[in-house]
């Protein structure tokens, strides 16, 4: 077997069992796993895995109304041999990701990583390049006597004191992404008691999400390992702050940066504006890929950082939108999606995001001017995006540019998913709502 060489890992490593993960329609990552020695027939011929699993709703029960909620058929999870990275290398254990086919090798049209591969494509056919990273937010917790979240670690916001705090699980985990091969921007303690943020560095939408799932499982590892758990869930508790899963993303054509270099608000040129305006435009639409769990919307409150209104602003954290300048940091100017969060799945969220995108390209819409402060506070009020899960499935279900990328099936069963959820909060008060996710990426 022809092993990858990454930052980390030598040649001569050889993997005794591997990990091959897919994320379904709810965001969960499920996975087979398969030995070193049958590692070379999982990236050529795949493994078994029936499409019932994007039937599933987040509690790990399958949806009866759901059209994949069936006993029939099968899929082939094909491992990707180029994007093998470690997991655990001292214990053998190794991770890949893996696209599912049909038995005869076929596409699977439902199937998210290769959608998000396809409209990566299809940008590339029309010489632009996107490239994008994600910011992942986390709670370190213990489970209290009533199965609250209690902070594992003390600290202030921001605190060097809350580094101290937690000196060897910061390093223990950033070892193990520098072991991975997974590069990294930045790492800091957030604003919340006992929550943390990771800057993932930018690459193509495939490497972007694909990063973004062999962290999260690496954060879990390494958490556990201190016998703490993270929590990744949008809202782990009504009292505390929520943590999101921001995507940020830069865009050129054949080369020439399509946000920067012109007279626009923030540097935009003529294009980018146009862009930007269709992206602004589209955001109800985008609203349940990016924040597909119902209690996503209890996270979406004004004044609070989490971005609930439908506006964009130039280095403003409270604008769903956010513009980032070229400056001398020397990067690219490019944009920041704040309403996601890690209930995400990341493959469908980039496709989402690329199909919006080529289509703002193609019909640019006006842009209206940048939002100053806190939309909330302004004199005219800000329109607010969806206020719930229901409200955001029924904009993506009426979006003609996101089910013509998508086709029937995915766009289809994804909305068919959205529903689930919608029916499985409507039965749970706001306390059972949050409890029922707030140990994600637990599940069931």
Same mark, same amino acid.
């Given at each position: 077997?022809?092993?990858?060489?990454?930052?980390g890992?030598?040649?001569?490593?050889?993997p005794?069992?591997?990990?091959?993960?897919?994320?379904?329609?709810? =965001?969960?990552?499920?996975?087979?796993?398969?030995? %070193?020695?049958?590692?070379?027939?999982?990236?050529?011929?795949?493994?078994?895995?029936?499409?019932?699993?994007?039937?599933?709703?987040?509690?790990? +029960?399958? &949806?009866?109304?759901h059209?994949?909620?069936?006993?029939?058929?099968?899929?082939?999870?094909?491992?990707?041999a180029?994007?093998?990275?470690? +997991?655990?290398?001292?214990?053998?254990?190794?991770?890949?990701?893996?696209?599912?086919? @049909?038995?005869?090798?076929?596409?699977?049209?439902?199937?998210?990583?290769?959608?998000?591969?396809?409209?990566?494509?299809?940008?590339?056919?029309?010489?632009? !390049?996107?490239?994008?990273?994600?910011?992942?937010?986390?709670?370190?917790?213990?489970? =209290?006597?009533?199965?609250?979240?209690?902070?594992?670690?003390?600290?202030?916001?921001?605190?060097?004191?809350?580094?101290?705090?937690? /000196?060897?699980?910061?390093?223990?985990?950033?070892?193990?992404?520098? !072991?991975?091969?997974?590069?990294?921007?930045?790492? @800091?303690?957030?604003?919340?008691?006992?929550?943390?943020?990771?800057?993932?560095?930018?690459?193509?939408?495939?490497?972007?999400?694909?990063?973004?799932?062999?962290?999260?499982?690496?954060?879990?590892?390494?958490?556990?390992?201190?016998?703490?758990?993270?929590?990744?869930?949008?809202?782990?508790?009504?009292? *505390?702050?929520?943590n999101? %899963? @921001?995507?940020?993303?830069?865009?050129?054509?054949? =080369?020439v940066? /399509?946000?920067?270099?012109?007279?626009?608000?923030?540097?935009?040129p003529?294009?980018?504006?146009?862009?930007? =305006?269709?992206?602004?435009?589209?955001?109800?639409?985008?609203?349940?890929?990016?924040?597909p769990?119902?209690?996503?919307y209890? *996270? #979406?409150a004004?004044?609070?950082?989490?971005?609930?209104?439908?506006?964009?602003?130039?280095?403003?954290?409270?604008?769903?939108?956010?513009l980032?300048?070229?400056?001398?940091?020397?990067?690219?100017? @490019?944009?920041?999606?704040?309403?996601?969060?890690?209930g995400?799945?990341?493959?469908?969220?980039?496709?989402?995001?690329?199909?919006?995108?080529?289509?703002?390209?193609?019909?640019?819409?006006?842009?209206?001017?940048?939002?100053?402060?806190?939309?909330?506070? +302004?004199?005219?009020?800000?329109?607010r $995006?969806? $206020?719930?899960?229901?409200?955001?499935?029924a904009?993506?279900?009426?979006?003609?540019?996101?089910?013509?990328?998508?086709?029937? #099936?995915?766009?289809?069963?994804?909305?068919?998913?959205?529903?689930?959820?919608?029916?499985?909060?409507?039965?749970? &008060?706001?306390?059972?709502?949050?409890?029922?996710?707030?140990?994600?990426? $637990?599940? %069931?």
């Amino acid at each position: 077997m022809t092993m990858v060489t990454t930052s980390g890992m030598s040649a001569s490593d050889s993997p005794r069992r591997v990990a091959v993960t897919f994320v379904n329609h709810a =965001g969960a990552v499920l996975v087979k796993v398969v030995p %070193g020695t049958r590692f070379a027939a999982a990236a050529q011929l795949g493994v078994g895995f029936s499409p019932v699993s994007d039937a599933w709703r987040i509690d790990g +029960l399958p &949806d009866d109304g759901h059209p994949l909620a069936v006993p029939d058929g099968d899929l082939r999870l094909v491992a990707d041999a180029a994007a093998l990275r470690p +997991l655990e290398p001292a214990e053998g254990w190794f991770w890949a990701p893996g696209d599912r086919r @049909h038995r005869d090798g076929s596409p699977y049209a439902a199937d998210q990583r290769s959608f998000c591969r396809a409209r990566r494509d299809a940008l590339a056919a029309e010489g632009m !390049t996107l490239t994008a990273g994600f910011e992942i937010e986390w709670l370190v917790a213990e489970p =209290g006597p009533l199965g609250e979240a209690m902070p594992a670690l003390a600290g202030g916001p921001y605190g060097a004191d809350r580094l101290m705090e937690g /000196l060897d699980y910061a390093g223990a985990l950033l070892d193990a992404l520098d !072991t991975a091969g997974l590069p990294w921007l930045q790492f @800091h303690p957030e604003y919340g008691a006992a929550q943390f943020e990771l800057s993932l560095a930018p690459g193509d939408p495939i490497e972007a999400a694909d990063r973004l799932v062999l962290a999260r499982l690496l954060i879990q590892r390494v958490t556990r390992r201190f016998g703490w758990r993270a929590s990744f869930s949008p809202l782990p508790e009504a009292v *505390r702050v929520g943590n999101g %899963g @921001h995507v940020h993303l830069s865009l050129s054509r054949r =080369g020439v940066p /399509l946000l920067q270099g012109g007279d626009g608000p923030g540097g935009l040129p003529p294009a980018g504006e146009g862009l930007l =305006g269709a992206l602004l435009e589209a955001l109800p639409a985008l609203l349940p890929i990016g924040c597909p769990l119902a209690v996503s919307y209890r *996270r #979406l409150a004004p004044s609070r950082w989490s971005a609930p209104f439908q506006v964009w602003g130039v280095e403003n954290r409270e604008a769903a939108l956010r513009l980032v300048p070229a400056a001398a940091d020397g990067v690219d100017a @490019h944009l920041e999606l704040k309403t996601a969060d890690l209930g995400a799945n990341p493959y469908l969220l980039l496709g989402a995001l690329q199909a919006l995108v080529q289509e703002g390209l193609r019909q640019p819409r006006p842009l209206p001017e940048p939002v100053r402060g806190d939309p909330a506070q +302004l004199p005219r009020p800000a329109q607010r $995006l969806p $206020l719930d899960l229901a409200a955001a499935s029924a904009a993506f279900a009426a979006s003609l540019p996101l089910r013509q990328a998508m086709g029937p #099936l995915l766009h289809d069963t994804l909305v068919a998913g959205q529903q689930a959820e919608v029916r499985r909060a409507a039965a749970l &008060d706001p306390e059972e709502l949050i409890a029922s996710c707030r140990w994600l990426p $637990l599940t %069931g």
